[in-house]
């Protein structure tokens, strides 16, 4: 798999490209907020028990809206994945 961009905006949620993964087959990214890189609200990584990408929150309250950003954001990891 090859990285999908080295950031994106997704509403108000930016995807910061962190690495790859320990095993190298996958990507890990920060979940910060549009206006500010720097405060890292989570992070999207490989789970490899259940196959698939998901997010991991800190300790932030999150609307559906912006968890419907995230989810966006993992079925696109998920396509690239697959291909």
């Known amino acids: ?6 950031n994106e905006k997704i509403g108000w949620l930016y995807f910061d490209y962190v690495d790859k993964s320990d ?3 996958t990507e890990v990214w920060d979940i910060c907020h549009k206006d500010d890189h720097l405060n890292i609200l989570g992070m999207i990584k490989w789970n490899a028990k259940w196959r ?3 997010a991991e929150f800190q300790d932030v309250g999150m609307t ?3 968890l419907e950003d ?3 954001f993992i079925r696109k990891l998920m396509e690239i994945h697959k291909s």
Not at 1 to 6: I, L, R, V
């Open 1 to 6: 798999m090859t990285q999908s961009t080295p």
């Open 23 to 25: 095993s190298g087959k």
């Open 52 to 54: 698939q990408y998901w």
């Open 64 to 66: 559906a809206g912006c």
């Open 70 to 72: 995230a989810a966006k």
